[in-house]
């Protein structure tokens, strides 16, 4: 499951920055539900791509990255990655991917020499796109040209309205932080629990320099 902007990456960089786990849930309401039930943990949360009132994280790798995770639990809400992954009701081998950790998704899911791989965007945008026409062509032992991939979402104004850095709860460092593929060494499998979704990262755990 795919989500460049941003969610599998903020996921990928609050594991890079030490947190213990993140977990994942399609309401604010079960994001603070889940939090009061666990001391010290952190929500990253947004509804519609905007800030949700009294929670100061968004869904950025900025703020995220910026935030004291060390030994803690994420609790993570978005409107598209962690909502359409809670529609997932079983998978064998389902792991959160995003350009940070593309090639390290790949890795893991090839070694566990799968019949069927199936790569899917949690929404209709051209990063997560392509996102999954470079882990084919990885998958396919190909060498993916990624700039021309991400041509589609330079050219959107979506990307533009990002850059500015007038967008809430996005600012403009997100695009910079999602695009860097990746820059780092672990794949973030998902464990399926009663009320929600563990990330955890599997592999190396330190980004590029």
């Excluded at 004291?68 to 792991?95: F, K, N, P, W």
């Excluded at 060498?143 to 533009?160: E, F, G, V, W």
Aim: glycine content about 6%; some cysteine; aromatic content about 4%.
């Amino acid at each position: 499951m795919i989500d460049v902007l941003r969610s599998f990456t903020v996921s990928a960089y609050a594991l890079a920055g030490g947190a213990r786990e993140c977990l994942l849930v399609p309401t604010v309401a079960e994001a603070l539900a889940l939090h009061s039930r666990i001391p010290g943990s952190v929500i990253s949360a947004e509804e519609e791509a905007l800030p949700v009132p009294g929670i100061p994280i968004s869904n950025s790798p900025t703020q995220v990255r910026a935030a004291d995770l060390e030994g803690r639990t994420l609790i993570q809400r978005s409107s598209a990655g962690t909502t359409v992954m809670s529609s997932i009701e079983s998978a064998d081998g389902l792991y959160a991917a995003s350009l940070v950790v593309a090639s390290a998704t790949v890795k893991a899911c090839v070694s566990r020499r799968p019949r069927v791989l199936t790569l899917i965007a949690s929404a209709d945008h051209p990063e997560d796109h392509a996102c999954a026409a470079y882990m084919e062509a990885l998958i396919r032992g190909e060498q993916p040209d990624l700039d021309r991939l991400l041509q589609p979402l330079h050219a959107s104004q979506r990307y533009a309205r990002a850059i500015r850095g007038d967008w809430p709860g996005f600012p403009a460092s997100d695009i910079e932080l999602s695009l860097e593929v990746d820059r780092f060494d672990f794949a973030m499998p998902v464990a399926q629990e009663v009320s929600y979704q563990r990330l955890t990262a599997a592999g190396a755990t330190e980004g590029k320099s």
